[in-house]
């Protein structure tokens, strides 16, 4: 029998080794991602990736450190992006101040980050086009876009976000005066909403917005009402809903999904595969 040398123990090392790294390889691609960290000097990568998380609907929280501009004390804030740009960002406080900051020397800004943190809420999301609908008040709205998605709930729904319009009919004059102080409320008030506008028109309301978080939509009614404006009737344009999961969607769920929509629900979604988008 041949004996084991050196060159064969070093051959079966070698070979045990390539064999650990391939698999810690593999499994590396489907470790999800919970948080991202960045220096204050990697600016423009912390807001490449807010970019990237905000196009595939992904619910995140933002921390800072820092320090204010203005006289050097210290900053150190959780909030929610709202608007990213190159090398600088816009975040909303959890107590309704907006700021604005950039990196570790940048001036332009009231705050300069030191340290900047991505804290990614959600799991995966399931992005797809609702067609425009009319709906018999806020509640109907809501109630509407929230039964649509309610066949994701083996995936334990965590967020429900949407981008578009609605419409409603008002005896009210248009006031720049009073779509500010109600766009100014709405902004104190909810929180996971990337943008909302209320535009007030002759023969009523239109409000837009961007990535609004359906559950914090409800509180447009109770503010709303404080200005004396009843929300009858809305018609809807197209949303863009975002579905964010708790639980990861695996690669065969995405099959099923886009199956259900064009065979259940093609009245009120788009089941054309290419307008149904899944992030894991």
């Known amino acids: 029998m041949r004996r084991v040398n050196l060159i064969d123990i070093l051959l079966i090392l070698i070979l045990i080794f390539s064999a650990y790294s391939f698999i810690i390889k593999e499994e590396a691609v489907y470790v999800q991602v919970d948080e991202y960290y960045f220096t204050g000097s990697q600016i423009y990568k912390a807001t490449n990736s807010m970019n990237y998380l905000d196009s595939k609907g992904f619910l995140y929280e933002t921390w ?13 804030e959780t909030g929610y992006v709202i608007d990213a740009g190159q090398g600088s960002f816009t975040m909303l406080l959890q107590n309704g101040e907006v700021v604005e900051i950039g990196g570790r020397m940048s001036y332009k800004e009231q705050i300069g980050a030191s340290e900047i943190r991505l804290i990614i809420k959600t799991k995966s999301t399931v992005n797809y086009r609702m067609y425009s609908n009319a709906y018999e008040g806020l509640e109907g709205f809501i109630s509407g876009v929230d ?16 981008t578009g319009s609605i419409s409603f009919d008002q005896d009210v004059e248009a006031s720049m005066v009073l779509d500010e102080t109600i766009n100014d409320e709405l902004r104190k008030g909810m929180y996971f909403v990337k943008s909302i506008d209320v ?27 404080e200005h004396g404006i009843d ?5 809807s344009s197209d949303l863009n809903v975002f579905i964010r999961t708790a639980t990861e969607i695996g690669e065969l769920d995405k099959y099923w999904i886009k199956e259900y929509i064009a065979e259940n629900l093609s009245a009120l979604i788009d089941p054309d595969e290419n307008s149904i988008h899944i992030r894991l």
């Open 147 to 162: 039964d649509a998605a309610s066949f994701l709930e083996k995936f334990q729904i965590d967020d429900i976000a949407i």
């Open 64 to 76: 800072v450190r820092g320090y204010w501009w203005s006289d050097y004390l210290a900053f150190e």
């Open 231 to 235: 929300i009858g009737e809305i018609f």
């Open 199 to 225: 535009t007030s028109q002759e023969n009523g309301f239109k409000i837009e917005f961007e990535q609004a978080s359906l559950s914090e939509m409800e509180m447009l009614d109770d503010i709303l009402m």
